[in-house]
Structures are given as C-alpha cells and as structure tokens.
C-alpha cells in the first residue's frame, strides 16, 4: 500500500483529483466538460436549451399581453367617443332645440367621427396595423404550433358611425341606433381582448411552473454538492500529503543505501 501511495502515477492521480475538485468548487458545477460525464452534459444541454426556449416564448406571451393592451386601450377612446355621439343624439332629439342648435351639436360629432376614423386607420403596435382585421398570433410554447392568437375589429362598423347627421331630429332617431350597434360590437371586441389577456397570463405561469422544474432537474445534474466535494477534496489532500511524505521517506532510503555502497 505504501509502495502504491508513493508511486508517482498515484501522486498524478491525486493532483487531478485535486484540479477536478478545486474547478468544481469554483463554478458550482459538477459537470463542467464532456469528460466529467458526458451522458450527464448531454441532457444538461437539452434542459438549458429548453429552459431558453420557455423564457423566450414568455417574453412572447408578455408581448402579446401589451399587444391586447393597447388595442384595448385604443377601443377603449373609440368607445368614449360613440358613446358622446349617443348623448348628442339623444340630446338632438329634443324637439325644443332649433336647427342652429342642432348643427352646432353637429359640430361636435364631426370633430368626434374624425377622431374615430383616425383610431382605427393610424394605430398601431411597434409599426403594426392594430385594426386592420388580420389575426394575430404568438408563439407562447418552446414546441411547433403552441401559439395563442386573437383577432382584432377591422373597424368596419365605423363607417356607419361617420354618416352620423343629428342637424336633423330623424337624424338623431338613426344615429342612436348606430351609435348603439356600434358600442355593443366595441364592448364585444373589448371583452375577446380581456380573454386573450388572461389566457396569456394563465399560460405564463404555467410556463413560470415548467421553468422552475426543468432548473431544478438541470440543477441536480449538474450543480456541486459542496459538502461533498469539500469532503473529498479534505481526503484527497491527506492522501496527496502523505504520497509526498512516502515519497521523501523512500528517496532518503534510497540515498542512505547509496552512501553506504
């Protein structure tokens, strides 16, 4: 036993003993190349690049969210306006005004149809149409068609909003009906928004719940045990020590057998 601890191939062995455990102390990690398990890296690396995928498709989801926030916050004015139509019609509808009254109404509602039509041809989201009626759809999984997708109002129903005339009492009868038509579809497209919101967020946590497994799997593949290792490396220096001492006992017997010859 003391022949082999001595050895030199005994004393290389420590040392790369040593260098194993001094390199797993330092990164936290046990399985740092391909030769300290190859099978073990292998599937570290399938975890890490699915993790990546996660957090990336969450980062979708989340812009997804902002995409139906915005299109939302956009309805949300055009509803305002619509819904100011309606109490001018209403209001137009008073047979104690006179046509100075009500054309002066009138004004208002040309100012408030403008703002409508400009909502529905101008926003947008990072440069994309909001309303232009063409789904949109996320991809919110790391795997092949796990995607999520919503369809915004093409704003069609404004053109019945801009021929909106209460300068006439029969106007404003008529305008009421649309103005009314025209809230229940904003309402509508407004609730499929709030959906498509809380769907997303459900799908983020899920995705929150599947990150956190996949770490942990990955971490206990590949994460130092410190106790462990420092338990290993505390042997392995007592065995590097006394190789050495072995060695120096066995040099100065050579050299005493050598004086004597």
Do not use: H, W
């Not at 046990?30 to 690049?49: P, Y």
């Not at 904003?186 to 946590?205: C, D, H, V, Y």
Request: charged share 15%; no cysteine; proline share 2%.
């Amino acid at each position: 036993m003391k022949t082999q601890i001595a050895s030199p191939s005994f004393l290389n062995q420590t040392q790369q003993t040593t260098n194993k455990l001094a390199e797993q102390l330092a990164t936290g990690k046990k399985v740092n190349t391909a030769a300290d398990d190859t099978a073990a890296l292998q599937i570290i690396d399938r975890l890490t690049s699915q993790q990546n995928g996660f957090s990336q498709a969450v980062n979708n989801a989340y812009d997804g969210i902002s995409y139906s926030q915005v299109s939302e916050a956009n309805l949300s004015g055009v509803n305002d306006a619509v819904s100011r139509i309606q109490e001018l019609s209403i209001q137009a509808g008073n047979g104690a005004l006179t046509d100075s009254d009500r054309f002066a109404l009138q004004e208002e509602v040309v100012q408030l149809q403008s703002q409508i039509t400009e909502t529905f041809e101008n926003a947008s989201f990072g440069g994309k149409p909001l309303f232009d009626g063409q789904s949109v759809s996320f991809q919110v999984g790391p795997d092949a068609n796990t995607t999520q997708k919503t369809t915004p109002s093409d704003g069609s129903f404004a053109a019945a909003i801009v021929t909106i005339d209460i300068s006439t009492q029969a106007g404003a009868q008529a305008a009421i009906d649309i103005s009314n038509q025209a809230s229940d579809e904003i309402n509508a497209q407004r609730a499929e928004l709030g959906s498509f919101q809380n769907t997303l967020a459900s799908t983020i946590k899920g995705s929150g719940t599947q990150q956190e497994n996949i770490a942990a799997s990955k971490s206990r593949i590949q994460d130092t045990d410190y106790a462990q290792a420092i338990s290993q490396q505390v042997s392995n220096d007592i065995l590097t020590n006394a190789s050495i001492a072995l060695r120096g006992q066995a040099n100065q017997s050579a050299e005493s057998i050598l004086s004597l010859l």
